[in-house]
């Protein structure tokens, strides 16, 4: 009963965003979205995408959970990665191909739009800050202008490749994006413990975020920001036979991650969150290392990341963010991260914050306990050291401890003010450790959970056309 009124106080939620949004849209048009909170338009339609999209629905509902818990485990990756990307896909064509994929990211906005302002490279980069803020000569458009040129690079790299063009750009983007799904089940694993991981996979699969990761170069920063936590989670656990490698690894997308986006710098949350877990900072010294090798090749290279982070917070309320009021995106962007989650994982989360807040008074009676001059007290204190100390290793609690961060996370980015709407793409590398949430769900109730997470993918993909 409890979850299901956290999943209708995220309805209320969310209808009142769009009641007081319209109604503030209508009449002073300073949210600058048509159907707020969604960076979308109210257009219900179907497309190619719609029966392989419902057959996919079907078939995660039915079977997942059986798949996820009998196939061996290194299959189970690659086939959460398989059918994450098959479900994007799916959603993605609902638009149809032209409006779904092939021009998703050509617009005005987007990176592809200045692919052919680098054809050198190191000329680009040691000027990149000078067409920042909007009143510059050859201002970068909105996307280009907001993040790092990371972003545009990686871009501009396909091209290079012979894949240029937004078919192959969206089709990179929907690939490495559905990625994220493996490398949270590797994370989950190592951190957790397998039977969880295999719990959290189907909901992994038919989470709405897919809406959103097919298609915006945010599904692809969400894949980076997923696999660098995954190798750090193996490397401070030890779960891999080059623990080194793997924090190198994990270190260098860190320092990619930090040249996709600006606020990305916010997953060293996570980072710390898995180090506390692991209880281990061996690691720390080759995720460092990794970082600083990037941070240093873009530094030399003629890119200065402060110089750009605070241009961009000037081209930012240069831009809609000037206008866009607080007041009402500070709850309003919560409506659309509800969304985005969906109901499971905010039933899941509702049992997070139960457990977390259940730990956190026994804590304070414990302490409370151990005060001197009470010997009885203090022998019930050893029971509790004891049991807290059951719990500290129990692997529910270390999931329990890894939502928790992330929603600390979605939190900090909420209050920053640096996100007025199209949260719904810009959080998606923080929501989606939401996500594994769904795990600590009964198993009984487990189909009706994937039905209602695909139900609101589906829902929200035919009834709205969203920007992405």
Known sequence: MSDLLAVLAAVALVSAAVVVGSAIEREHGTLRVHWPPFYAELEPHVGPGTPFALLIAAAVVVYGRTVATRLPWRWLPPAAWGASMAWIWSLALVDGWHRGVENQLTSAYEYLQEIDRFDDVGAALRTFTDHILLHSSDNWVPHVAGHPPGAVLTFVGLDRLGLGGGPWASAFVITAGASAAAALLVALRALTDEEHARGAAPFLVAAPTAVWVGVSADGYFTAVAAWALALLALAATRAVRAPRAAALGSGLLFGLLCYLSYGLALCALLGLTVLALARTLRPVPHVLAGAAAVAAAFTLAGFNWWEGY?????RYYQGAAGIRPYSYWVWGNLACAATVAGPATLA???RALARGTTAAREATGHLRARRPGRPGDQNRSDVRERADARQGSDSRSRLV??????????AVADLSGMSKAETERIWLPFLTWLL?????????????????????????NHVLMTGW
């Open 436 to 460: 594994p949430a769904a795990a600590l769900l009964p198993r009984a109730g487990a189909r009706w959970w994937l039905a209602a997470q695909a139900a609101v993918a589906l829902l929200v």
């Open 348 to 350: 899941g989360v509702r």
């Open 401 to 410: 401890a890894l939502v928790l961060a992330a929603a600390l996370t979605v």
């Open 310 to 314: 605070h241009l961009l917070t000037e």
